[in-house]
């Protein structure tokens, strides 16, 4: 069984930052493929940042050069997203996801608020 916890969240004044974690239980995680997402109030869930399991990443238009999504394979199974300059636009509550073939699982989330 797969099963995804994220932390991290929290409050934060405008042009701060929080480092979002995701540990990831059970065998493979070297061969997922990791997403973290994020939804607002009353929005769609958005896609923000991947990381394949060989380590290439993508980002949303609206985090590039802000967010960084990272990996450690090696020690905690885990999945992080350091977000810098973060903007009342990035509240929203921030889900991880990991994928292998058909396989999908998400974690419970965790509440960003960016607010002054």
């Known amino acids: 069984q797969v099963r995804l916890v994220e932390s991290g969240g929290g409050l934060v004044q405008p042009g701060g930052s929080l480092r979002l974690s995701c540990a990831v239980s059970?065998?493979?995680?070297?061969?997922?493929?990791m997403d973290w997402y994020r939804q607002a109030p009353g929005k769609q869930r958005d896609l923000v940042a991947t990381i394949l399991h060989n380590n290439s990443t993508n980002y949303a238009d609206s985090v590039k050069g802000r967010f960084t999504i990272s990996r450690d394979n090696a020690k905690t199974n885990t999945v992080y997203l350091q977000m810098n300059s973060l903007k009342p636009e990035d509240t929203a509550v921030y889900y991880c996801?990991?994928?292998?073939?058909?396989?999908?699982?998400w974690g419970q989330g965790t509440q960003v608020t960016v607010s002054s």
């Open positions: 059970g065998s493979n995680f070297t061969y997922y493929n």
């Open positions: 996801s990991a994928r292998l073939g058909s396989a999908g699982y």
